[in-house]
C-alpha cells in the first residue's frame, strides 16, 4: 500500500484510543488525495475532529447536521459542478446512526439524483457518540444502552439492517462493503468508487473498542473476526456486477468473533446457534 | 424594465433568475409550487445557469442550501408551511454557520387541522432562528424584497440568511402588475457572492460547520445578534441604493398617516394594504388613525417603530399568528419594546379573510378596550 | 472573538493538542525486527507511526494496535 507523507486527517483528534473512526476516514481521505472536500454527519467523527478552534482536517469540511449529509453533499456537489471544478473529489462521512437511521431518506435522495460523489458509512453498529445506543444496525443479540440484556432481554432482538443492499437497489453504479482490517481491499474501492461517474457507496464496518467492549489493541483483529466469521462479507457490486472481493479461506465458527466482545458476552448457546444460522444463511446467499 | 402582470411568486422567480444563484435546491409544496416550477423552467430553459437540485424534501431544500452555500455560491429556496417547519433545525444551522442563502416563505397556516390557507404562524414560528425576516405587501414589494435580500444577508458585516415573507394565496396566487428591472440595472445593483469567511476550495482548506464548547458557543450567538443589529443600518442603506437605481422607496417600517394618528394599526405583510384603505375611510369620518407597515420583522426595528409611534396614544397590532396566553407575536413584541398603550388582535388565521368590518371591531376595541388581546371574528356558536 | 460561523482556517491544527498524554502504555519498536510490512502505519488511528517507523509520542495514545498487528512481534508496549 502506499504510505502518504502526510495524513490528510491530522492527530490531536478526541477519538478514544484505538479508534476504528479515525483509521476509516484517514485510509479514505488518502487515497482520495489533497483535491477532495469531506462532508460529515454530527456523530463521534465531527465531535472528535472539529473542536473550535483546532481542525483534524488538511481538506475542506463543512458538517450541518446528524440527518442531512446526504443532502448537504448534494449541496456540495452541486456547488462545486456548476464551478467547473469537475475533478474535486466529494466524500461524506456518516455513522450507521446517520446513514441507515435518521440520514436515510436524505442519503436516499442525493443517490438517487445521481450526484457525482461517494458515500462512506463508517458502521460501528450503533449509536456511539450518545454512549453506545442501538440502530438499524446494531445486530441481533448485542446488548446495547436501548437494547440492554436482562430477565426478559437478551439485546437487540432484530437483525442488522440490510443497507448496502437497500443502496444497491437505488441502481447506483458503484456499492461496496469493507472493512478496516482488510485496508488493501477498502483502498481500493475508494479509488473504483472515485473514479466511477456518478455516485458511489461504501459501507464500513468499523470495530469500536468502546461500544463493542474489547481492549483498544484488538481493533482490527475484531475486523477481521467479523470477515473470516463470515459475520461480515466483503464484496461489491459495480455496475451491476456483483463479486466478493475476499473469501476466508476457512470459515470460522461466528462463536470465536462473538465471544471476543463484551456486548455479546451473555448470549447462551442458542442465541449463537441461531446466529450462526444468519450467518450461514447470509454466506449461501452471497455465494460466500 | 418592463412591465407584467403577475403573481407575487413569479415576481419572487423573476427575481431569483435576476438574482443569479447557482445552486438552487427547492421542493414544492402549497402554495409556494409555482416559485419551484417557474424556476425547473428557468433552468431547463437556460434563462437562469444555475443547477436546480431535485431534493425529496424541504429539510434537504435547506441542507443543501447550506451545503451549496457552504461551497461559496449564491443559493435560492423557497417554501411554505410545513415545509418551513420541516427546515426548522437546519434553519438555525444556517444561519448560525452564516450563510447567506435567501428564502421566499409563501406564509401558510399550519397543521394541525389541516390548512392551506394564509397566515404567518410558519415564518413567525422560525423567528428566533437567525434569519432575517421581511414581510411583503405586494408582488413588485416580492420582487425588489428578494433582490435586497441578497445584498444585505451577502454583505460582510452581516451574513446572515434572509427570509422573504409572502402572505400565501393573497399574494402568492394574484396578480399584479409588476415592474421587472433589467439586467444591467440588477447586476450593478447587486455584485456577484465572492465570500470571504466561509468556502470549500482544496487550494485553501477550511472546516465549516465545527463543534464549539462553553468557551465560544456564546460569543458565536452574541456575534449573530451584533451582525442582526447592524444589519437594521445596512436594510436601511441597500433600501436607500435601491432607490437610487430603480425608484422604489423602501424600509424597515413604512408609516402610513402616522404623524397626527391617535390610534395606529402596526401590521405585516398584505393586511397593510386594506389597513391604508380603511386608514383613509376612517380619516374621511374625521378619526385619527394611522398605520405603520412593518417590513423587517427580524432585525425588530424598535427605535424606527418609536419614531413612527411617538405620537399617538394607542397602538392596535394585528397579528396572523399567535404564541398560546400571550398573544400574538408581533404584539407581544412590541409589549416589550414599544413604551406606549399597546392592544393585540388575532386574526386571518387559516386564511380567514381579514374584511373590514373585522377591522372596525379592532379599531373599537382600541378604543373602549375590553381585554389586552382579543380575537377578531371568532365564531361563538 | 471567534471566527464569523467558527470556521477554522488552519487546516490540521488540531495537533496542537497533544494527545500522548492520555498513554498508559508505550509502543517500543524493535527496528531490528521490523520487516518494513508498514501495517504499523497503516493502522495507526493517530498518525504517529512514519514511513521509517519513528513512532511519534507526541500523539500516540498507546492504543497498541501497532503491537497486536505486528506480525514479526517488533512492537512491545511497556507501561509508561
Same mark, same amino acid.
Request: charged share 25%; aromatic share 8%; glycine share 8%.
Given at each position: 500500500?502506499? %504510505?502518504?507523507?502526510?495524513?490528510?486527517?491530522?492527530?490531536?483528534?478526541?477519538?478514544?484510543?484505538?479508534?476504528?473512526a479515525?483509521?476509516?476516514?484517514?485510509?479514505?481521505?488518502?487515497?482520495?488525495?489533497?483535491?477532495?472536500?469531506?462532508?460529515?454527519?454530527?456523530?463521534?467523527?465531527?465531535?472528535?475532529?472539529?473542536?473550535?478552534?483546532?481542525?483534524s482536517?488538511?481538506?475542506?469540511?463543512?458538517h450541518v447536521?446528524?440527518?442531512n449529509?446526504?443532502?448537504?453533499a448534494?449541496?456540495?456537489?452541486?456547488?462545486?459542478?456548476?464551478?467547473?471544478?469537475?475533478?474535486?473529489?466529494?466524500?461524506?462521512?456518516?455513522?450507521?446512526?446517520g446513514?441507515?437511521?435518521i440520514?436515510?431518506?436524505?442519503?436516499?435522495?442525493?443517490?438517487?439524483?445521481?450526484?457525482?460523489?461517494?458515500?462512506?458509512?463508517?458502521?460501528?453498529?450503533?449509536?456511539?457518540?450518545?454512549? %453506545?445506543?442501538?440502530?438499524?444496525?446494531?445486530p441481533?443479540?448485542?446488548?446495547?444502552?436501548?437494547?440492554?440484556?436482562?430477565?426478559?432481554?437478551?439485546?437487540?432482538?432484530?437483525?442488522?439492517?440490510?443497507?448496502?443492499?437497500?443502496m444497491?437497489?437505488?441502481?447506483?453504479?458503484?456499492?461496496?462493503?469493507?472493512?478496516?482490517?482488510?485496508?488493501?481491499?477498502?483502498?481500493?474501492?475508494?479509488?473504483?468508487?472515485?473514479?466511477?461517474?456518478?455516485?458511489?457507496y461504501?459501507?464500513?464496518?468499523?470495530?469500536?473498542?468502546?461500544?463493542?467492549?474489547?481492549?483498544?489493541?484488538?481493533?482490527?483483529?475484531?475486523?477481521?473476526?467479523?470477515?473470516?466469521?463470515?459475520?461480515?462479507?466483503?464484496?461489491?457490486?459495480?455496475?451491476?456486477?456483483f463479486?466478493?472481493?475476499?473469501?476466508?479461506?476457512?470459515?470460522?465458527?461466528?462463536?470465536?468473533?462473538?465471544?471476543?466482545?463484551?456486548?455479546?458476552?451473555?448470549?447462551?448457546?442458542?442465541?449463537?446457534?441461531? %446466529?450462526?444460522?444468519?450467518?450461514?444463511?447470509?454466506?449461501?446467499?452471497?455465494?460466500? | 424594465?418592463?412591465?407584467?402582470?403577475?403573481?407575487?411568486?413569479?415576481?419572487?422567480?423573476?427575481?431569483?433568475?435576476?438574482?443569479?444563484?447557482?445552486?438552487?435546491?427547492?421542493?414544492?409544496?402549497?402554495?409556494?409550487?409555482?416559485?419551484?416550477?417557474?424556476?425547473?423552467?428557468?433552468?431547463?430553459?437556460?434563462?437562469?445557469?444555475?443547477?436546480?437540485?431535485?431534493?425529496?424534501?424541504?429539510?434537504?431544500?435547506?441542507s443543501?442550501?447550506?451545503?451549496a452555500?457552504?461551497?461559496?455560491?449564491?443559493? +435560492?429556496?423557497?417554501?411554505?408551511?410545513?415545509?418551513?417547519?420541516?427546515?426548522?433545525? @437546519?434553519?438555525?444551522?444556517?444561519?448560525?454557520?452564516?450563510?447567506?442563502?435567501?428564502?421566499a416563505?409563501?406564509?401558510?397556516?399550519?397543521?394541525?387541522?389541516?390548512?392551506?390557507?394564509n397566515?404567518?404562524?410558519?415564518? @413567525?414560528a422560525q423567528?428566533?432562528?437567525?434569519?432575517?425576516?421581511i414581510?411583503v405587501?405586494?408582488?413588485?414589494?416580492?420582487?425588489d424584497?428578494?433582490?435586497?435580500?441578497?445584498?444585505?444577508?451577502?454583505?460582510?458585516?452581516?451574513?446572515?440568511?434572509?427570509?422573504?415573507?409572502?402572505?400565501?394565496?393573497?399574494?402568492?396566487?394574484?396578480?399584479?402588475?409588476?415592474?421587472?428591472?433589467?439586467?444591467?440595472?440588477?447586476?450593478k +445593483?447587486?455584485?456577484?457572492?465572492?465570500?470571504?469567511?466561509?468556502?470549500?476550495?482544496?487550494?485553501?482548506?477550511?472546516?465549516?460547520?465545527?463543534?464549539a464548547?462553553?468557551d465560544y458557543?456564546t460569543?458565536?450567538?452574541?456575534?449573530?445578534?451584533?451582525?442582526?443589529?447592524?444589519?437594521?443600518?445596512?436594510?436601511?442603506?441597500?433600501?436607500?441604493?435601491?432607490?437610487?437605481i430603480f425608484?422604489?422607496?423602501?424600509?424597515?417600517?413604512?408609516p402610513?398617516?402616522?404623524?397626527?394618528?391617535?390610534?395606529?394599526?402596526v401590521?405585516m405583510?398584505?393586511?397593510?394594504?386594506?389597513?391604508?384603505?380603511?386608514?383613509?375611510?376612517?380619516?374621511?369620518?374625521?378619526?385619527?388613525?394611522?398605520?405603520?407597515?412593518?417590513?423587517?420583522?427580524?432585525?425588530?426595528?424598535?427605535?424606527a417603530?418609536?419614531e413612527?409611534?411617538?405620537?399617538?396614544?394607542k397602538?392596535?397590532?394585528?397579528?396572523?399568528? +399567535?404564541?398560546f396566553?400571550?398573544?400574538?407575536?408581533?404584539?407581544?413584541?412590541?409589549?416589550v419594546?414599544?413604551?406606549k398603550e399597546?392592544?393585540? +388582535?388575532?386574526?386571518?388565521?387559516?386564511?380567514?379573510?381579514?374584511?373590514?368590518?373585522?377591522?372596525?371591531?379592532?379599531?373599537?376595541?382600541?378604543?373602549?378596550?375590553?381585554?389586552?388581546?382579543?380575537?377578531?371574528?371568532?365564531?361563538?356558536? | 472573538?471567534?471566527?464569523?460561523?467558527?470556521?477554522?482556517?488552519?487546516?490540521?491544527?488540531?495537533k496542537?493538542?497533544?494527545?500522548?498524554?492520555?498513554?498508559?502504555?508505550?509502543?517500543?519498536?524493535?527496528?531490528?525486527?521490523?520487516?518494513?510490512?508498514?501495517?504499523?502505519?497503516?493502522?495507526?488511528?493517530?498518525?504517529?507511526?512514519?514511513?521509517?517507523?519513528?513512532?511519534?509520542?507526541?500523539?500516540?495514545?498507546?492504543?497498541?494496535?501497532?503491537?497486536?498487528?505486528?506480525?514479526s512481534?517488533?512492537?512491545?508496549?511497556?507501561?509508561?
Amino acid at each position: 500500500m502506499d %504510505i502518504p507523507d502526510k495524513d490528510l486527517l491530522a492527530p490531536g483528534h478526541r477519538g478514544c484510543a484505538g479508534c476504528g473512526a479515525s483509521i476509516a476516514v484517514k485510509l479514505a481521505l488518502n487515497t482520495l488525495g489533497k483535491n477532495t472536500v469531506a462532508i460529515s454527519a454530527t456523530g463521534c467523527l465531527e465531535v472528535m475532529t472539529t473542536p473550535y478552534p483546532e481542525t483534524s482536517w488538511e481538506v475542506p469540511f463543512i458538517h450541518v447536521a446528524f440527518e442531512n449529509s446526504g443532502a448537504v453533499a448534494s449541496g456540495v456537489e452541486s456547488a462545486l459542478r456548476i464551478q467547473g471544478k469537475d475533478d474535486v473529489n466529494v466524500v461524506a462521512f456518516g455513522g450507521d446512526g446517520g446513514t441507515v437511521d435518521i440520514g436515510l431518506q436524505s442519503l436516499s435522495g442525493a443517490m438517487e439524483r445521481g450526484h457525482n460523489m461517494l458515500y462512506i458509512c463508517y458502521d460501528n453498529e450503533a449509536y456511539m457518540n450518545t454512549g %453506545i445506543q442501538r440502530s438499524g444496525a446494531t445486530p441481533y443479540g448485542a446488548s446495547t444502552t436501548t437494547s440492554p440484556k436482562g430477565t426478559a432481554s437478551f439485546g437487540e432482538d432484530k437483525p442488522k439492517k440490510n443497507m448496502p443492499m437497500i443502496m444497491a437497489a437505488h441502481g447506483i453504479p458503484y456499492v461496496a462493503t469493507a472493512s478496516i482490517a482488510y485496508p488493501e481491499d477498502y483502498v481500493k474501492k475508494v479509488k473504483k468508487a472515485a473514479e466511477t461517474k456518478g455516485p458511489a457507496y461504501i459501507h464500513l464496518q468499523q470495530p469500536c473498542t468502546t461500544g463493542w467492549g474489547f481492549p483498544s489493541e484488538k481493533t482490527i483483529e475484531m475486523g477481521r473476526l467479523a470477515v473470516e466469521t463470515g459475520s461480515w462479507i466483503l464484496y461489491e457490486i459495480d455496475q451491476g456486477n456483483f463479486e466478493i472481493t475476499y473469501r476466508p479461506e476457512e470459515r470460522r465458527p461466528v462463536k470465536d468473533y462473538l465471544s471476543t466482545q463484551k456486548r455479546f458476552r451473555h448470549l447462551n448457546e442458542e442465541h449463537i446457534e441461531k %446466529i450462526q444460522k444468519y450467518v450461514d444463511a447470509e454466506c449461501k446467499e452471497l455465494g460466500l | 424594465m418592463v412591465k407584467e402582470v403577475m403573481t407575487s411568486n413569479k415576481a419572487v422567480a423573476e427575481a431569483v433568475r435576476l438574482a443569479k444563484p447557482q445552486v438552487i435546491p427547492v421542493y414544492p409544496i402549497t402554495p409556494q409550487t409555482t416559485i419551484s416550477e417557474y424556476l425547473a423552467q428557468y433552468v431547463a430553459d437556460e434563462k437562469i445557469d444555475a443547477k436546480y437540485v431535485k431534493v425529496e424534501s424541504e429539510h434537504s431544500a435547506i441542507s443543501a442550501a447550506v451545503g451549496a452555500s457552504g461551497a461559496g455560491v449564491r443559493v +435560492f429556496t423557497a417554501t411554505s408551511s410545513q415545509g418551513l417547519m420541516l427546515m426548522h433545525e @437546519i434553519l438555525f444551522a444556517a444561519a448560525g454557520m452564516r450563510v447567506p442563502i435567501v428564502l421566499a416563505d409563501a406564509n401558510r397556516a399550519i397543521s394541525a387541522p389541516l390548512n392551506i390557507w394564509n397566515d404567518q404562524q410558519d415564518s @413567525i414560528a422560525q423567528r428566533d432562528a437567525g434569519w432575517l425576516q421581511i414581510y411583503v405587501e405586494n408582488a413588485q414589494e416580492a420582487l425588489d424584497t428578494t433582490l435586497m435580500a441578497y445584498k444585505v444577508s451577502e454583505n460582510p458585516d452581516i451574513l446572515l440568511p434572509s427570509m422573504v415573507c409572502l402572505d400565501g394565496f393573497i399574494l402568492t396566487h394574484t396578480v399584479e402588475p409588476v415592474e421587472i428591472p433589467d439586467q444591467e440595472s440588477v447586476d450593478k +445593483f447587486l455584485p456577484p457572492y465572492v465570500p470571504e469567511h466561509a468556502f470549500l476550495d482544496p487550494n485553501e482548506p477550511m472546516s465549516i460547520g465545527n463543534f464549539a464548547d462553553p468557551d465560544y458557543y456564546t460569543e458565536a450567538r452574541h456575534d449573530m445578534e451584533v451582525a442582526m443589529t447592524k444589519s437594521m443600518e445596512v436594510i436601511q442603506k441597500t433600501c436607500d441604493e435601491f432607490a437610487e437605481i430603480f425608484g422604489r422607496k423602501y424600509g424597515l417600517v413604512e408609516p402610513y398617516k402616522t404623524e397626527d394618528a391617535d390610534i395606529i394599526f402596526v401590521a405585516m405583510g398584505s393586511l397593510c394594504s386594506t389597513l391604508r384603505v380603511m386608514v383613509d375611510q376612517l380619516r374621511e369620518k374625521g378619526e385619527k388613525v394611522g398605520l405603520l407597515k412593518i417590513r423587517a420583522y427580524r432585525p425588530f426595528p424598535t427605535e424606527a417603530i418609536n419614531e413612527a409611534v411617538k405620537n399617538c396614544e394607542k397602538i392596535a397590532v394585528i397579528d396572523k399568528n +399567535f404564541s398560546f396566553g400571550i398573544g400574538g407575536a408581533l404584539y407581544a413584541d412590541m409589549k416589550v419594546k414599544i413604551d406606549k398603550e399597546i392592544y393585540g +388582535f388575532i386574526a386571518g388565521l387559516g386564511g380567514r379573510d381579514i374584511t373590514p368590518e373585522a377591522i372596525m371591531e379592532a379599531y373599537e376595541k382600541t378604543k373602549a378596550p375590553e381585554n389586552d388581546v382579543t380575537w377578531i371574528g371568532l365564531k361563538e356558536e | 472573538m471567534v471566527s464569523i460561523g467558527c470556521v477554522i482556517k488552519t487546516p490540521g491544527n488540531s495537533k496542537n493538542n497533544k494527545t500522548g498524554s492520555w498513554r498508559t502504555f508505550k509502543p517500543i519498536l524493535d527496528k531490528e525486527k521490523c520487516i518494513d510490512c508498514d501495517n504499523c502505519i497503516i493502522f495507526c488511528p493517530d498518525s504517529s507511526v512514519n514511513k521509517q517507523h519513528d513512532i511519534d509520542y507526541d500523539y500516540c495514545k498507546g492504543c497498541g494496535i501497532c503491537a497486536n498487528e505486528c506480525p514479526s512481534d517488533a512492537i512491545k508496549m511497556v507501561k509508561e
